[in-house]
């Protein structure tokens, strides 16, 4: 018989990429969705008729134990939340509720209706905040915005149950991770569209988190350029969900390369494969800095390697290319 998978926020970069991964394993797969009247979904719409879609949001828990019940699943997958930390500090309270107090809900429902499935919980690269240098599992937080500090308490909260009442229940703290999918207001997809919409010499190009276009006059608009990321594929992060609920102990782990790059460096690998010079293009702009910044940190996967076997493949300047080829045919 087929395992069933749950995935909290299948449209998602994270979300659509761990469906495609689990239906190649052969799962029966639900993935909820907000309530909308809007079934667009870029992500995943070539998933449409291989997976069923339920409405849920992590506010509602009604919503949550009605998906639980529905689907009894093996595995519960909580891609969903509030993700984006630059809008963190603009929007406190709903970040708290979706990203903080979300996945409990999440971890009640499962708890209540489906207690036998191992559950898996999108942490963040952002519960160290302060801290620079190298990072394991072992490592203190020190989160230092509204998000870091939301993504700390729900991974708190996932080694609670976990502890507390048996769950199989893992915390993934994720590094940077980015792909084509990637919403516009991350930076690596931000850099890739922006280059695109350059080269192709787009009348109208999407608009950035300020409302605004994301180039104007051939220019693009951007935050700290010093700002230091360990930036991985996401297609290859979902596989290490997935291992994490196939050991025989829950666990956390951190999930990383293990390299450091600038936002500099990713302008100019991405600006240089289009044939363009980046320092001819890039702007930064102030209203787009955020209030504090996180230190330079590395993500050690050696736990991961050790207990599940995983290793990244795909480092920046292989994905910058790739999320660049990807934009310069979206945006003709």
């Known amino acids: 018989m087929a395992k069933k998978a749950l995935i909290v926020g299948v449209t998602s970069q994270d979300g659509s990429y761990l469906a495609e991964f689990l239906l190649e394993k052969g799962y029966e ?16 719409s070539h998933l449409y008729g291989k997976i069923n879609i339920l409405a849920a949001d992590l506010l509602d828990i009604e919503s949550l134990i009605d998906a639980v019940k529905k689907t009894k699943p093996d595995e ?66 020190d989160a230092n915005n509204p998000y870091g500090i939301a993504k700390a308490y729900a ?36 850099i890739s569209a922006g280059v695109a919409c350059i080269k192709n010499n787009v009348k109208n190009p999407p608009l950035n988190e300020v409302g605004e276009p994301l180039v104007r006059d051939g220019k693009l608009y951007m935050g700290d350029l010093e700002s230091m990321r360990d930036w991985g594929y996401a297609k290859e992060y979902v596989e290490a969900m997935w291992l994490m609920l196939q050991h025989a102990t829950p666990q956390d782990y951190v999930i990383g390369t293990n390299t450091s790059y600038s936002v500099k460096d990713a302008c100019r690998i991405a600006f240089e494969h289009a044939g363009l010079n980046w320092e001819d293009h890039v702007i930064t702009d102030q209203r787009l800095l955020r209030p504090t910044e996180i230190k330079e940190l590395k993500g050690d996967y050696g736990r991961a390697k050790r207990d599940l076997g995983w290793e990244p493949k795909t480092y920046l300047e292989d994905l910058m290319k790739l999320m660049v080829d990807a934009d310069l045919e979206r945006f003709k």
């Not at 797969?29 to 995943?44: A, C, F, L, V």
């Not at 909260?157 to 919403?183: D, V």
């Open 155 to 190: 991974h708190m909260m996932t080694r609670c149950y976990r502890e507390s009442f048996g769950m199989f229940a893992c915390g993934g703290i994720l590094f940077n991770h980015e792909s084509p999918r990637r919403s516009l207001h991350f930076v690596t997809r931000k």
């Open 76 to 141: 519960v997958y909580n891609i969903a939340a509030q993700s984006i930390p630059a809008d963190s500090w603009t929007h406190p309270f709903y970040t708290g509720e979706i990203t903080a107090l979300g996945p409990v809900r999440v971890l009640e429902a499962v708890k209540h209706h489906a207690p036998d499935a191992k559950i898996y919980q999108a942490t963040s690269r952002e519960i160290y905040g302060n801290i620079s240098g190298t990072v394991t599992e072992e490592m203190p937080f």
């Open 29 to 44: 797969i639900t993935g909820t969705i907000r309530h909308t009247t809007e079934y667009s979904r870029e992500n995943i």
